[in-house]
């Protein structure tokens, strides 16, 4: 029988019926082989407490002990199962996706919108399917939700009360879980499973919105190693001296304290292409990245990660390219 391993972080799924309490671990691992008892049958499990939060506490320190532990751990299995809150589960599954490279072995985050002792609670199927997709799916990072398996890096939480809580609209899915389980290969690897485990976390995200103040950002660029701009559509934002508000000195000031500067949209679907208009015309003269198809989420994290691992130099390259599937 495949050998799995289940890390627990947190989240609904292991809250106890009166939310927001969690459930303790000893209850959490107890209710899982109550109520799942079918999960013994598909594969050996091991049961790792790494956390019991609910992740809108998750932070980059924890993702780098959470991928060590990953790495460490693999070896002794088949795949894995990461039980975490749906809040920042993209967030985390960006961040396993670059730290994590090479994945020999699937790693499945899954969640439930209800607690796993609830009546109607999504969090039974939910877990038979991310099992099935450790032991059966691709070879890395992905999300398993609502009968449907995603590359970790391309999900958007797009639902707060329905239990289809995840998309990845820029990205077809790796797998359908119905009445039969079909998966797609997954990335291809390019070596031996190595960990990149390190992170700058002084990344700030700025979304654009009529009436943003640039003097409010200018101010915010001394504290900062990294900036995210979520911009309108293909990588727009003003930039007319006239009307006032032009984000251009933020631009400027951002190239000349070699702050790089990475631009994403706030549309969920397609890309950024900074050519197609004036200020994205703009923001390429002073050097900003496009972010193309890179969620909010996958952005932030890769930068972060970009940079505590890559030369200054080679940072445009590593950011415009896709290094684990996050962008097309
Ligand atoms: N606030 C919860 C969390 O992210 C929500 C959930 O798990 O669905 O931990």
Known sequence: MKRLLLVHTGGTLGMSGR??????????????????????????????????LDSCEMQPEL????????HERLDDFDGAVVTHGTDTMSDT??????????????????????????????ARLNLIDAVTSALHGPKEVTV????????????RKVSIAEYD???????PVLGVLGVEARFE????????????????????????????????????????KGLVVEAYGAGNFPSSADLGRSLEPLFAEAQRRRIPVVVVSQAPRNGVDLSL????????????????????????????HGLAHVPRGSLRHYLERSVAGERT
Not at 20 to 37: I, Y
Not at 63 to 70: N, P, Q, V, Y
Not at 144 to 155: E, H, Q, Y
Request: charged share 25%.
């Open 185 to 224: 290969r997954g990335l291809r690897r390019r070596g031996r499973r190595t960990l990149w485990p390190a992170l700058v976390p002084e990344v700030f995200l700025l979304r654009v919105f009529p009436g943003l103040d640039p003097a409010l950002p200018l101010a915010l660029l001394p504290r900062l």
């Open 19 to 52: 939310r927001p309490h969690a459930l303790r671990p000893g209850a959490f691992f107890r209710t899982v082989r109550e109520r799942v008892p079918e999960l013994t049958k598909l594969a050996h499990l091991e049961f790792e407490l790494f956390s019991n």
């Open 277 to 304: 208009y004036e200020s994205g015309s703009l923001a390429r003269t002073y050097g900003a990245i496009s972010g193309g198809d890179l969620t909010m989420s996958a952005a932030v994290v890769k930068l972060m």
């Open 144 to 155: 398993c939700f609502d009968s449907r398996l995603f590359r970790g890096n391309r999900v």
């Open 165 to 171: 809580a995840f998309d990845s609209p820029n990205h």
């Open 63 to 70: 993702w780098t002990r959470l991928a060590t532990l990953l």
């Open 93 to 122: 599954a960006s961040a396993l996706s670059f730290m994590l490279r090479n994945l020999d072995k699937p790693v499945v985050l899954t969640g439930a919108q209800r607690p796993l002792g609830e009546v109607r609670s999504d």
